[in-house]
């Protein structure tokens, strides 16, 4: 598998909540996951097992989420 970065999005309102998340994901995972600009965090997958967990709590938040290649 290509590695994959993760782009969640959040809005003013929900920013310290995906950036709470982060925090979490980085102390209780083996997830690399970063604050980003813009109201976004990057979470970077290892395997399609991270990227498939990621994407369950993002949905599960209800948080907006793009999937790209990592360069």
């Known amino acids: 598998m290509k590695a ?3 782009i969640a999005q959040a809005t ?7 950036y ?13 996951a970063y604050p980003s600009v813009d109201y976004q965090a990057v979470f970077f997958s290892a395997d399609r ?4 967990f990621v994407k369950k709590v993002l949905a ?3 948080f907006s989420f793009k999937i ?3 360069e």
Not at 12 to 18: C, G, I, Q
Not at 26 to 32: G, P, S
Not at 49 to 52: A, C, E, G
């Open 20 to 32: 709470g998340l982060v925090k979490k994901m980085v102390d209780t995972t083996a997830i690399k």
């Open 68 to 70: 790209e290649d990592a």
């Open 49 to 52: 097992y991270d990227l498939d």
């Open 60 to 62: 599960d938040k209800c």
């Open 4 to 6: 994959k970065v993760i």
């Open 12 to 18: 003013a309102e929900t920013a310290e909540a995906l």
